[in-house]
């Protein structure tokens, strides 16, 4: 197919995934995109959310963490810390992570040190759950 | 000369040693394949970072950033990352060393130091030597890139508020089983990037950014600071169990040889009963022979 757009996906534990899809969705900091095959270069930093994408007209989710995406016009190349795909996610531990983020926000103060890292686990938390579901 | 009984015991205890430096050989052996296939499964990710990272260094004028200041170094940070667990012939002894030699150095320099412990055998060594402000043990059996996050996360931001002005990283660097360099680098402030390195033509592409690129750096900066940490910690745990594996491999073939001569040392001994059993038994058939 020539509207195929090459995918990988690269943690610093393994190449998570490598292949031709048909559009993939990144959670960009500035808001989700789509990409298409033929889209304009462009380099955009990733943040915790769900990134699917469709390949063989099936759709795969995947929970990510921060990293960045670099799309050319047949190619994106996503490097994240983590990436998690939807039927591997252990949803007793994000529920757990959950409840420990939410209990222990409620005891700090906002300007503490630990609120800001605490708002990021709840985050990645909350996607964990909401892409397991999928 | 020491009882066959003696010996023979003797012969079972270090038979049983054997057998459990043998085990430990193993067991150290896989988990060393192990870490090997993390550090090969890490390369990509590092590769494709510092290509994107040196291009975009190109393009911003990186100096501004907190973490590339340079300032007078008074107050220093250290981390120092050694294994947890010991058995390992050097490994430990070797990095501890060089960490001490530094540390004198920087002191002896009049510099205030401090010193971030990684390992358990490190934080027990300098645990009344040093000033330890930070430690994490127990963690190289099974870890991933939340704790060089959580590291690197101790460390950025007292550099950036100004609590200190140097910090340096002494891990072991993996060259092959046997062989593991200590090596010290300076983490903060960061070696300025993408000044000598020739970028492709075809790479050269024309991004556009999102958001802009200070704020893109400033992100890839702290990525950077992760997986420099990540891969020490990668090559610590893989030149533990590589070290562990030639140490273990060592102690079973000297208790080889030890089997060996006391197993010489044994027959000695029970030749040496039978032969004073033989004399006992034609001395006293002579004696009645005479009678």
């Given at each position: ?18 292949g031709k899809v048909e559009e993939v969705t990144i959670?960009?900091t500035e808001g989700e995109f789509g990409v298409l ?98 | ?87 390992c012939g050097g490994f430990n002894t070797n990095l ?196």
């Amino acid at each position: 197919m020539a509207d195929e757009l090459m995918l990988e996906i690269v943690t610093p534990e393994k190449m998570t995934f490598s292949g031709k899809v048909e559009e993939v969705t990144i959670p960009g900091t500035e808001g989700e995109f789509g990409v298409l095959r033929g889209h304009e270069a462009f380099l955009s930093s990733v943040d915790i959310g769900e990134l699917n994408f469709i390949q063989d007209n099936k759709k795969a989710h995947y929970s990510v963490n921060t990293g960045y995406a670099e799309v050319t016009a047949n190619k994106v190349t996503i490097l994240i810390e983590t990436a998690e795909r939807s039927d591997h996610i252990d949803k007793d531990r994000a529920l757990k992570a959950k409840d420990n983020a939410e209990a222990r926000l409620a005891q700090i103060a906002k300007d503490d040190v630990e609120y800001e890292k605490m708002r990021a686990a709840l985050a990645r938390a909350i996607v964990r759950l909401s892409v397991s579901e999928k | 000369m020491a009882s066959l009984k003696d010996i023979k015991r003797k012969v079972s205890a270090v038979q049983k040693t054997k057998q459990i430096t043998r085990a430990m050989n193993m067991v150290a052996a896989s988990k060393f394949k192990s870490s090997q296939v993390r550090m090969e499964n890490f390369r990509p990710y590092a590769g494709k970072f510092m290509d994107v990272l040196n291009s975009l260094a190109l393009r911003v004028n990186t100096m501004s950033h907190p973490l590339l200041a340079v300032r007078d170094p008074k107050k220093i940070r250290v981390v120092c990352m050694t294994s947890d667990r010991g058995l390992c012939g050097g490994f430990n002894t070797n990095l501890i060393k060089a960490t001490e030699r530094f540390l004198k150095d920087k002191s002896s320099e009049g510099k205030e130091i401090s010193l971030l412990s990684v390992g358990r055998k490190g934080r027990d060594y300098f645990r009344k030597k040093a000033n330890i402000i930070g430690q994490w043990v127990d963690i190289l059996s099974k870890f991933d890139m939340t704790l060089s996050v959580s590291i690197s996360d101790d460390v950025i931001a007292p550099f950036i508020k100004e609590e200190y002005d140097e910090l340096y990283l002494i891990y072991n660097q993996f060259v092959n089983v046997s062989v593991q360099r200590p090596t010290i680098i300076r983490l903060f402030p960061l070696p300025s990037i993408g000044q000598d390195v020739d970028v492709d033509a075809d790479k050269k592409l024309d991004y556009s950014y999102e958001p802009s690129e200070e704020i893109l750096l400033k992100k890839l900066l702290t990525m950077y600071v992760h997986v420099l940490v990540f891969r020490a910690l990668l090559e610590t745990s893989a030149g533990e169990n590589g070290a562990r594996m030639a140490a273990m491999d060592n102690a079973t073939s000297n208790c080889e040889d030890i089997i060996k001569s006391l197993t010489l040392k044994m027959n000695k001994a029970r030749q040496a009963a039978i032969t004073a059993e033989l004399m006992d038994i034609v001395g006293g058939t002579e004696a009645l022979a005479k009678g």
